[in-house]
T-cell receptor, first 114, second 112 residues
Framework: ELKVEQNPLFLSMQEGKNYTIYCNYS?????LYWYRQDPGKSLESLFV?????AVKQEGRLMASLDTKARLSTLHITAAVHDLSATYFC??????????????FGTGTRLTIIP | DTGVSQNPRHKITKRGQNVTFRCDPI?????LYWYRQTLGQGPEFLTY????????KSRLLSDRFSAERPKGSFSTLEIQRTEQGDSAMYLC??????????FGPGTRLTVT
């Protein structure tokens, strides 16, 4: 059974600092996503990573994928308050009948302190 | 608005009552998924449709849960005899084959 672990679960950081969220998964995967979720809201897709060595950047966020280590990272550069949210990684594995089921990590609740 | 829509957005019900949620996917998307998210957790897969066929169901989907997608368009998720443990956010997502899933805003269920 595919398992996805994220760490840390909670992260409180000061504005302007850098930090990294880690996502480990237990079996080979077809794709990996990073999502953002604000309290009481749905999921906003940030990045999709398709292959080993993939790196995507958008603003202060950068995601990378190492399929050999089964590890993805989400790096935050010079954090600002509006990045406060919960971040999930999700791994796609294709099952029977084309079911591209997403298995989510536990999430990292990020709080940026002024 | 051409995104995934879900109704109602919030539902409060008493234990033992039946509830039904609706999901309208993006119009050309042939695949539809339901997920459940409890407080402090990531979403968990419930069920998958390709067009009108329900092809996969999670073990989380007890016999009190039923989902349909008549004519391969909108989908409904019904929970019979609700229990307090059913309180969660129910998320619907749709996609084209081999493409990204787009999530709706969710239906938050509270069972009192």
């Amino acid at each position: 059974e595919l398992k996805v672990e994220q760490n840390p679960l909670f992260l409180s950081m000061q504005e302007g600092k850098n930090y990294t969220i880690y996502c480990n998964y237990s079996t080979t995967s077809d794709r990996l996503y990073w999502y953002r979720q604000d309290p009481g809201k749905s999921l906003e897709s940030l990045f999709v990573l398709l292959s080993n060595g993939a790196v995507k950047q958008e603003g202060r966020l950068m995601a990378s994928l190492d399929t050999k280590a089964r590890l993805s990272t989400l790096h935050i550069t010079a954090a600002v308050h509006d990045l406060s949210a919960t971040y999930f990684c999700a791994v796609v594995k294709v099952y029977n009948f084309g079911n591209e089921k997403l298995t989510f990590g536990t999430g990292t609740r990020l709080t940026i302190i002024p | 608005d051409t995104g995934v829509s879900q109704n109602p957005r919030h539902k409060i019900t008493k234990r033992g009552q039946n509830v039904t949620f609706r999901c309208d996917p993006i119009s050309e998307h042939n695949r539809l998924y339901w997920y459940r998210q409890t407080l402090g957790q990531g979403p968990e897969f419930l069920t998958y449709f390709q067009n009108e066929a329900q092809l996969e169901k999670s073990r989380l989907l007890s016999d009190r849960f039923s989902a349909e997608r008549p004519k391969g368009s909108f989908s409904t998720l019904e929970i019979q005899r609700t229990e307090q443990g059913d309180s969660a956010m129910y998320l619907c997502a749709s996609s084209l084959s081999h493409y990204e899933q787009y999530f709706g805003p969710g239906t938050r269920l509270t069972v009192t």
